[in-house]
């Protein structure tokens, strides 16, 4: 009676063809899974600080437009709406983001937040800094055409990489974002993607 089997060297090369894919796929899956898990973690940033916003405006009938940079700030009004457990941001991740921020919290989920050069006319004129039809952000400079960012979101807080976001299709931890009046939208290209799942 014949016995039949696989010799030695068949399993062996079964196992080192097996292992080459393996080495080729598991980076590729765990760069998916971390791209991610920045998404739906900036997802839920944007939400909280929108959220956040309608609160303030429902119990108070404040906007963002109320408020200044300085004492009685905007970042306290956040601070207060949201779940904060520091007012700091992670060192690093100001450093490389190059952040000098005005209002800085950590809430409890670990997103890390930095206001920076925010500004309003207060004034509903269409148009104006900070406009009550959420058309021009409240950024120094902003027009309804073009705005740029002053509110910077670490979404993972203190763990690493701690780097701006530059390609949507393989997001970091930083994200740019712009408030308006009455809501938070991310600025850029790359936040955008990654906000709303384009180029995926």
Do not use: H
């Not at 997802?43 to 109320?66: E, F, P, R, V, W």
């Amino acid at each position: 009676m014949k016995k039949l089997g696989f010799t030695l060297a068949e399993v062996l090369i079964t196992l080192v063809i097996i292992g080459v894919i393996a080495a080729m796929t598991v980076p590729v899956l765990m760069q998916n899974t971390e791209g991610q898990e920045y998404r739906s973690a900036l997802k839920k940033s944007i939400s909280a600080l929108n959220q956040a916003l309608t609160l303030n405006y429902a119990l108070d009938g404040l906007s963002a437009q109320d408020y200044t940079a300085g004492g009685g700030s905007l970042g306290d009004m956040f601070k207060s709406r949201m779940s904060i457990i520091n007012e700091a941001m992670n060192t690093e991740a100001k450093t490389n983001a190059s952040l000098t921020c005005d209002s800085e919290w950590t809430t409890a989920d670990g997103a890390q937040y930095c206001i920076t050069g925010f500004t309003t006319a207060n004034e509903d004129t269409e148009g104006s800094i900070c406009d009550a039809q959420n058309t021009t952000a409240c950024v120094t400079g902003a027009t309804s055409d073009t705005y740029t960012a002053n509110i910077w979101i670490d979404v993972n807080g203190d763990r690493r990489p701690n780097q701006p976001t530059t390609n949507s299709r393989r997001p970091r931890d930083i994200y740019q974002a712009a408030i308006f009046a009455q809501k938070v939208l991310p600025v850029g290209a790359p936040a955008q993607e990654v906000m709303f799942d384009a180029n995926r």
